[in-house]
């Protein structure tokens, strides 16, 4: 799996976007980028994935570049619950595979009230 | 989105006990699940990969005599810290993927203290 690089901490204001960036310049094709986040002594929480198209659901829009390289999380109003450390996982898909997820370091994003 | 229980939330015991931690699928099968420990400001690290029916899969560096991982049903997987020492104090979280699909998810972890 290609290697992720994280910002270690970020500060949003609340009700702001906030704008979490993520470099995978060793992406090969096949490979999803994932985030998810993890709030404080609780288990990771799945937010969103993609390929190469941009993704939005009710948590947030993921926009990946065009060459793939980089990615950035956008949360469109975050709250004070947002505040956790998000990871963007770079992960092989394939139909059926058991396999694992491999975690960085991670941002932790306070939102500041 | 799928869920997935873990029991207990937290624990504490004597060092030299033997503790055990359950991971419920509860509305679908898995067939794998994945067990991770993860020590204060620290990011998750795999500890093994639990195969229903079969033996885990140790990550390099995990005792698997001392981590003992049963996954005895579609539902279920245990992982039980023997002779615990100090050291193993760590929060440790299950997930596991509903088959055929692409998202893990995870359980809400177990915070294990050891005195």
């Known amino acids: 799996d290609a290697k992720t690089t994280q910002p270690p901490s970020m500060d949003c204001a609340e009700g702001r976007a906030a704008n979490l960036p993520c470099n995978h310049s060793?992406?090969?094709?096949?490979?999803?980028v994932y985030w998810y986040r993890q709030i404080h002594s609780q288990g990771p929480q799945y937010i969103i994935h993609?390929?190469?198209n941009n993704e939005t659901n009710e948590m947030a829009s993921l926009i990946i570049t065009e060459d793939r390289k980089s990615s950035t999380l956008i949360l469109p109003h975050a709250t004070l619950r947002d505040t956790a450390v998000y990871y963007c996982?770079?992960?092989?898909?394939?139909?059926?595979?058991?396999?694992?997820?491999?975690f960085g370091s991670g941002t932790q994003l306070t939102v500041l009230p | 989105g799928a869920v997935v229980s873990q029991h207990p939330s937290w624990v504490i015991c004597k060092s030299g006990t033997s503790v055990k931690i359950e991971c419920r699928s509860l509305?679908?099968?898995?067939?794998?699940m994945f067990w991770y420990r993860q020590f204060p400001k620290q990011s998750l690290m795999l500890m093994a990969t639990?195969?229903?029916?079969?033996?885990?899969?140790?990550e390099q560096g995990v005792e698997k005599d001392k981590f003992l991982i049963n996954h005895a049903s579609l539902t279920l997987s245990t992982l039980t810290v023997t002779s615990a020492h100090p050291e193993d104090s760590s929060f440790y979280i299950c997930?596991?993927?509903?088959?055929?699909?692409?998202?893990?998810?995870f359980g809400s972890g177990t915070q294990l203290s050891v005195l």
């Open positions: 060793t992406i090969s094709g096949n490979e999803y």
């Open positions: 997930s596991a993927r509903v088959s055929g699909g692409e998202k893990l998810f």
């Open positions: 509305d679908f099968q898995a067939t794998t």
């Open positions: 996982i770079v992960r092989l898909q394939r139909s059926g595979s058991a396999r694992q997820l491999t």
């Open positions: 993609g390929l190469k």
């Open positions: 639990s195969n229903e029916g079969s033996k885990a899969t140790y």
